[in-house]
């Protein structure tokens, strides 16, 4: 048996090419880093991936692992810091709010900028305290020595450096002289920027004080330029000084006028629409009527003993009280008091509500202020112009001004006034002559009116007869009848 030789095979092989040559490193550390930098955004876009496909995949990065100390301190750290930013938040929010309905402001903005004075001294001595500790405590001269309390030393120096009293140690070191110039810079920029916000703090709050006494200097320099009287010029500084305490300003309007009229109305209707609703006089109106003549209203004082209005006067103005009294008074010097009216009264009413074209807006009384007494002015042509736009509004003032106008008296007892006034101006009759009183008087049915009726009866009867024999008429009345 013939073998044939075996041959081995042989794998086949390909020739593989060449491997690249190495890049050329020239920086081994910007090499690694740059690797680094590709390894992670690939990892990073293979997360992007699987995340669009399963969002609730994690991130295959894994965290350094971290004690519970230092995650408590991490923790701690970023809570203290958070609410360090809301508390800042609050604190300004706090400082609006309280600003806007304190009643004197500018007593919380002083003591506010005060408390930015105050912190920053505190920043800068524990600024201090740290460059003591940072150089050594009681090294030099010029850090802290370690005596007393810390912080007390520490804000003596931080108080004198910040505001240049001088006095101070002098620094040795590079780092101390930093130190020290920059405190003196910063202490020059913002102590003055504190300093002058003090003083505008303060110069707004006495800005109105300020008006006030230019405006009462300026009259009473007036008054002194043309000898005015000193009584006159009494009374002018006690309507001033009156004025500015019982309101804390001249005209009460000036404000409002800046105010949009949606304010100015919510105002005029929270201050003087109870008050305004109650007066007969309005009752039964249109409600938007007295809105639109409370913004019509103008506030004036006067003092006591002031005439608001006097008797005869042509009436433009109708007043209601605010607060004080009024008195109606008559008299021969004024001195009987008829009535008092009291805060909501209103009074001027029927020359304002009558027409002038028959006298009907005369004053018909005399109204004399009893004591510092507040009144609310409406003029007579700002009534017209608001009844224009409500005329079932007018037709009920034009007939409650018929009805005061006939609760004033009829025409009559006018007349008889009127000629008391004359008897009183021309003196009394004289009485009648006594030889007049033997023959009955001249008055009605005494001696001369028979006698003077009789003369007219026989003038009458004679001339009767000569016409008769003019005409030759025969026949007729005979010469006894009467006639």
């Known amino acids: 048996m013939a073998f044939f030789p075996l041959f081995r095979l042989q794998p086949l092989t390909f020739k593989q090419p060449p491997p690249p040559p190495p890049p050329v490193v020239y920086s081994r550390y910007a090499d690694d880093t740059l690797r680094e930098v590709v390894k992670r955004l690939r990892d990073r876009t293979n997360t992007y991936k699987e995340r669009a496909i399963d969002p609730y995949a994690t991130t295959p990065e894994i965290s350094p692992p971290i004690s519970k100390w230092t995650y408590c301190k991490q923790m701690l750290l970023c809570q203290s810091v958070s609410q360090s930013i809301n508390h800042f938040h609050m604190f300004f929010e706090f400082s609006d709010r309280l600003e806007s309905i304190m009643a004197k402001a500018y007593i919380w903005r002083v003591g506010r900028t005060t408390g930015y004075l105050l912190y920053m001294l505190h920043l800068n001595a524990c600024f201090y305290y740290v460059a003591s500790v940072y150089l050594g405590i009681g090294t030099s001269k010029w850090v802290y020595d370690g005596d007393g309390t810390a ?38 920029f913002v102590f003055s920027s504190l300093i ?49 305490d019982a309101q804390g300003m001249l005209d009460e309007s000036v404000l409002l006028e800046q105010m949009p009229l949606v304010m100015r109305t919510a105002i005029g209707v929270d201050v003087n629409f109870a008050t305004f609703d109650k007066i007969a006089l309005f009752q039964g109106c249109d409600k938007q009527m007295l809105v639109d003549m409370l913004l019509r209203l103008k506030s ?23 607060g004080g009294e009024v008195q109606v008074v008559g008299g021969p010097d004024n001195s009987i008091v008829f009535v008092t009216l009291k805060a909501g009264c209103v009074f001027g009413e029927i020359s304002l509500l009558q027409s002038a074209k028959d006298g009907g807006n005369r004053r018909t009384a005399n109204v004399k202020a009893h004591g510092f007494v507040n ?25 409650k001004g018929r009805k005061l106008m006939k609760a004033k008296g009829p025409a009559g007892a006018k007349g008889e006034v009127d000629k008391t006034k004359g008897m009183a101006l021309f003196g009394p ?31 009458l009867l004679h001339y009767y007869y000569a016409l008769r024999q003019s005409t030759h008429i025969t026949h007729g009345i005979a010469p006894t009848d009467k006639l």
């Open 375 to 399: 009144l609310f002015v409406l003029d007579k042509k700002d009534l017209v112009d608001i009844l224009v736009h409500y005329p079932n509004s007018q037709r009920v003032l034009a007939k």
């Open 151 to 188: 912080y007390l030393r520490c804000y003596y120096f931080a108080v004198r450096s910040l505001i240049n009293i001088g006095g101070l140690p002098e620094p040795g070191t590079v780092f101390e002289i930093c130190f020290q110039m920059t405190n003196f810079f910063t202490g020059v």
């Open 300 to 322: 004036i004082i006067y003092l006591p003993g002031d005439f608001v209005v006097k008797k005869g006067d042509i009436g433009k103005e109708m007043y209601i009280i605010k």
């Open 196 to 244: 002058g916000q003090m003083r505008d703090v303060i110069g707004a709050a006495t800005q109105g004080q300020t008006y006030f006494r230019a405006s009462m200097d300026g009259c009473v320099e007036y008054m002194n330029t043309f000898t005015i009287p000193d009584l006159v010029q009494n009374r002018v500084r006690t309507w001033y000084n009156y004025t500015w």
């Open 429 to 459: 009759k004289p009485p009648t002559p006594k030889m007049a009183r033997i023959f009955g008087g001249f008055g009605k049915g005494g001696f001369l009116e028979k006698l003077k009726v009789q003369f007219s009866y026989s003038s």
